[in-house]
């Protein structure tokens, strides 16, 4: 599956954004898909993913961040509320076959990637 973000830009503090993460030619019904994001020096931070078992979330991500996918299951979006300085990332989409990983909040389970979009938080 080929993994397209889209969705970032420039904001300003306080203000909520949601990135799409879209499946191209195919769709998420056989994957894990989560959503981390990257700082520069930093590793990926996962933030939600959702699998079989239904959506999970990091706990800093847990009350401003909520991803959710569309009826035809090849896209999964992800919103952003209160938006601070600190969530200025690369945003990237992630999968991983299903069944095939323990934690899909964790970057090295996931085995393909989009090329991120980002997010930039001023004031």
């Known amino acids: 599956v080929q993994l397209v973000e889209a969705g970032g830009k420039l904001v300003r503090i306080g203000e909520s954004l949601r990135l799409s993460c879209a499946a191209s030619?195919?769709?998420?019904?056989?994957?894990?898909v989560g959503w981390f994001r990257q700082v520069p020096g930093e590793g990926r931070q996962g933030l939600s993913c959702?699998?079989?078992?239904?959506?999970d979330y990091s706990d800093f991500a847990k009350g401003r961040f909520t991803m959710s996918m569309n009826d035809a299951r090849d896209t999964v979006f992800l919103d952003i509320r209160r938006l601070k300085p600190e969530d200025t990332a690369v945003y990237y989409c992630?999968?991983?076959?299903?069944?095939?990983?323990?934690?899909?909040?964790?970057?090295?389970?996931?085995?393909?990637w989009g090329k991120g979009t980002l997010v930039t938080v001023s004031s």
């Open positions: 030619g195919d769709t998420f019904d056989d994957y894990a």
């Open positions: 992630a999968t991983v076959i299903e069944e095939d990983y323990s934690d899909c909040l964790q970057s090295y389970e996931m085995d393909r």
């Open positions: 959702l699998s079989t078992s239904g959506f």
